[in-house]
């Protein structure tokens, strides 16, 4: 059975840094593209970023971009996000995924993590 698990959320202030981690079981991910989301209370799940197997091509959503990184290590089975310059509109629950298919703005989810909060205070 295939899971995902995120870890590393957890509340910081504005300005403040977090590195999300996404452990893969159940399954090897190293030629899959990957991705990140998140979904604030209230809101749609969004897109954050995709990185491909090879890490040759990382995609951001605008609104992260040059302020998260991510990153894998396929020996590991693991996927990163790394988020610096935490504003309070970050503040969101964050899932880490599996993709089908190419890595674009809006890619095809196989399957999801269960989340991770991210809370930033003002």
């Known amino acids: 059975q295939v899971q995902l698990v995120e870890a590393g959320g957890g509340l910081v202030q504005a300005g403040g840094s977090l590195r999300l981690s996404c452990s893969a079981s159940?399954?090897?991910?190293?030629?899959?593209?990957m991705g990140w989301f998140r979904q604030a209370p209230g809101k749609e799940r969004e897109f954050v970023g995709a990185i491909t197997w090879t890490s040759s091509t990382i995609l951001y959503a605008d609104s992260v971009k040059g302020r998260f990184t991510i990153s894998r290590d396929n020996a590991k089975n693991s996927l990163y996000l790394q988020m610096n310059s935490l504003k309070v509109d970050d503040t969101a629950v964050y899932y880490c995924a599996v993709l089908t298919g190419p890595v674009t703005t809006t890619p095809v989810v196989r399957y999801w993590g269960q989340g991770t909060q991210v809370t930033v205070s003002s």
């Open positions: 159940g399954g090897t991910f190293r030629w899959d593209n």
